[in-house]
C-alpha cells in the first residue's frame, strides 16, 4: 500500500477494496427476518459461492443489492455507492448484473442478436433505428460467444438452445453489459454433469475480471469452482472460508449437511 | 479463421423468393387502371368496380401494416386503429369539405352545407387551415399521432399490457364514435362528410381521379412496407420483438420500454391515419361508422389470418380477408359475421402463423 505505488484510477483491482459491502442488513417481512444481521464482503475480482438450505435468504440477499428489496436495518455498499438508496435500473447501471434462477433469453432472437441488444450502447429507440454494427461491437460479441461456448451456434434461434445453453447465453448477456459485479442465482439447476463443469469454468474463468457472486445448492459444482463459501442459515452468515473449512464445520453440518 | 467460409446467410434464398413475389404483386396491381381503359369488349379489361375496390383494398393493407407494426412486432394489441384511420379519413374528408366551396346545395361561399343547416355563422377554429391540402395531411398523420402518444403515454408509462391495453384502445374507438355522432362536435354528425367533388383540382369519380388515388395509395404501401422493413430489420426491430416475448428482461437490461412501445405506436397510428386519409376520396364518404368498434377488430384479423409478425402477411391478410368479405357479402350477406368469427377462430387454432405459415417454413 505504503510503496509509493497508486493503483490506476477507475476500475481499481486493488483487493484491498472491496466491491460489495455488506453489514448488519436485516429484512423483516410481515415479522418474519428473512436477513437477520447479515454481513458479506466481497473484494475486487473475487469469486464467491453462497450456498444454505432453502429458506436460508440467499435470494433475499440478492434482491437486496439489486434494489429490488429495501433492508429494513444494515447497510448495503457497492464502491463508494448506497445501494438501499437507489432503483433497480441504476443500480443495474452502476456494473452490478444479475443473472436470475430461470433464464430468461428473447426466444425469437439468434444467440448474436440476443448478445447485440445486451450490448452496451446507447438505448433509445432513434439510436437503435440508426444502430449499425461496427466491427469492434462485432469483435466484442464473437469474443463473447466463443468464451460461453456457443460460436457453434452463433446464428441459431435461442428458442431451440438446451436449458444449459440458455443459461450460458444468459450469462453473455451479463457480460455483454460489462457489469463489475455478476450475481448469478442456482446456474446449474437442472443442468447434465457436463454442462456444470462447463459452467464451473466459465465462472472461474469470468472471476478475476470482475466480481462474481454465486448462489448455488449444489456442493459438487461450489467445489469445482474452488473458491470461497459463504454458508448462510435463518438470514445469518453460519460459516465462511474453503469448501473442506465449511464442510467439516459442525454447526454447518448440523443444519445443512448432515440431513 | 472460419470466418473465411462463406456460408450464404440463413433463409437468403427465401428473401430472394420473397422480393420477387412482391414486385410481381406490385406490378400486377399497377396494371390494374391501364387495364380498366381498354374496351369493355376486350377480355383484358377490368371494370371500374375492380379498380376502385382494390384500391380501397390498399388502404385496408396499409392500415394492416400500421396493425402489424404494433402487434406483430412490439406486441402491443390495439384493437382501436380502426380510430387513427377514421381519424385521418376525416382530416382528409375536412379538407374535400373545404373544396367543395360555393357548390355546396346551400350555395354557402365558405361554410359546408350541414354546418349550413346547423346555422353555424362561421368556420370553427379547428376547421381553418384545412382548404390546404398539405396542412389537411400532415393533420392525417399528426392528430392520430398526437392521439396514441397521449394514450400509449398513460397507458405504457404505467405498464398496462395485454387485454387491458386492448380493452383501453377499444373504449377509445367507442368513445370516438359516439363523440362524433354527436351534430354539435363540428363533424357533420351521424351523416359525416360526403359529395365531395374535387381534389388537387381534380374532379373525383372520373376514370382519371380513379386512377390517380390508386397509384397513390399503392405508392403509399410500397413506401410504408419498405419504411416498415427497414425498421424491423434494425436493432429497435429486434428491441420490439424482445419486448413482445419477455418486456421485464429488456426493461433489465437498460431499455426504456416505455419509449421504444411508445415510438412504434405513435408511428403506427399515424400510418393509419394516412391510409384513412387515402380512403376517403375513393370510397367518397366519412361517417362516425368508421369509427365502430367492430372495424378495428376486423382488421386485427385481417393481420392474425394473414400473419402477425410478418409485414408480408399483414398485406396478404388485409387483401384475402376483404377479397372473401367482398365475394360473401354479395352471395350470402347475413353469413359474414359468422364467416369472419370463424376464420378467426380457425386460423388461431389450426394456423397460428397465418397464411403467410402456409407457404414460409418454419424459422429455424
Sequence with gaps: ?259 | MSATIATPAPGTTGRLTIRLVLIGAILVLAVLPVLNQLPAESTLHVSDFIVSITGKWITYAVLALAIDLAWGYAGILSLGHGAFFALGGYAMGMHLMRLIGPRGVYGHPTLPDFMVFLGYQELPWYWLGFEHFPYAVLMAMAVPGVLAAILGFLAFRSRITGVYLSIITQAMTYALMLAFFRNDMGFGGNNGFTDFKELLGMPLNTDNARAVLFYASLALLVVAFLACTRITQSKLGRVLVAIRDAESRVRFLGYDVTRHKLFVFVLSAALAGLAGALYVPQVGIINPGEFSPGNSIEAVIWVAVGGRGTLVGAVLGAFSVNALKTWLTTVAPDLWLFALGGLFVAVTLFLPRGLIGLFAKAPK
Design chain 1, 1 to 259: 500500500m505504503s510503496d509509493g505505488y497508486s493503483p490506476p484510477l477507475g476500475r481499481s483491482k486493488d483487493s484491498s477494496a472491496p466491491v460489495l459491502y455488506l453489514d448488519g442488513v436485516s429484512v423483516v417481512f410481515d415479522g418474519f427476518r428473512a436477513l437477520n444481521n447479515l454481513s458479506l464482503v466481497v473484494d475486487a475480482g473475487e469469486l464467491r459461492a453462497i450456498i444454505g438450505p432453502n429458506g436460508a435468504g440467499k435470494t433475499t440477499m440478492m434482491d437486496v443489492i439489486t434494489g429490488k428489496t429495501r433492508p429494513t436495518a444494515g447497510v448495503v455498499r457497492f464502491r463508494d455507492h448506497d445501494l438501499t438508496r437507489l432503483d433497480e435500473a441504476t443500480i443495474a447501471n452502476l456494473g452490478i448484473g444479475r443473472k436470475f434462477q430461470k433464464p430468461t433469453v428473447f426466444d425469437a432472437l439468434t444467440v448474436f442478436e440476443n448478445l447485440e441488444l445486451a450490448l452496451k450502447a446507447p438505448r433509445g429507440p432513434f439510436a437503435c433505428l440508426a444502430w449499425l454494427l461496427s466491427g469492434e461491437a462485432r469483435r466484442r460479441i464473437e469474443a463473447t460467444v466463443e468464451e460461453i461456448g456457443l460460436t457453434a451456434r452463433m446464428h441459431d434461434r435461442a428458442a431451440i438452445l438446451s436449458h444449459g445453453q440458455r443459461q450460458w447465453l444468459e450469462i453473455g448477456m451479463l457480460l455483454m453489459q460489462d457489469p463489475e459485479l455478476l450475481l448469478v442465482d442456482e446456474p446449474v439447476a437442472g443442468m447434465t454433469d457436463q454442462e456444470t463443469e462447463h459452467t464451473a469454468a466459465l465462472l472461474v474463468r469470468i472471476a478475476g475480471q470482475r466480481s462474481v457472486v454465486v448462489v448455488e445448492h449444489d456442493l459438487e459444482f461450489v467445489r469445482a469452482l474452488g473458491s470461497k463459501v459463504t454458508v448462510l442459515c435463518e438470514g445469518s452468515m453460519l460459516s465462511e472460508g474453503s469448501i473442506d473449512h465449511v464442510q467439516n464445520d459442525p454447526r454447518v453440518i448440523e443444519v445443512y449437511l448432515g440431513r
